[in-house]
């Protein structure tokens, strides 16, 4: 595990330690407060519980958008690759 860091969500300071970097971790940290600030703005008067269940579901769907577009791009990749051996191949023989 790495140093303890201090980070901030919802205007309240915690003490997490993590085996990311400080940045990394601080970066985490504001990009989970941002989500909740922006649950909090566009559905008011929601208990805590809800708007972080909101959040997390947020957060959960940029993530599987992420590994979405990175298998689109894996998947160009090898396509775009195979293309090109295919050629070298022609281009030789």
Do not use: C, H, P
Request: proline fraction near 0%; hydrophobic fraction near 35%; charge should be positive.
């Amino acid at each position: 595990m790495g140093d303890k860091v201090k980070i901030k969500i919802r205007d309240r300071e915690y003490v997490v330690r993590g085996s990311d970097d400080r940045d990394q971790i601080l970066r985490v940290a504001a990009y989970v407060d941002k989500k909740l600030k922006d649950v909090r703005e566009t559905k008011k008067g929601l208990s805590d519980d809800k708007t972080a269940i909101l959040a997390a579901l947020d957060i959960a769907g940029d993530y599987f958008q992420l590994i979405k577009e990175k298998e689109d791009l894996l998947t160009e990749i090898k396509n775009r690759s195979q293309r090109l051996i295919q050629g070298l191949n022609t281009a030789l023989n």
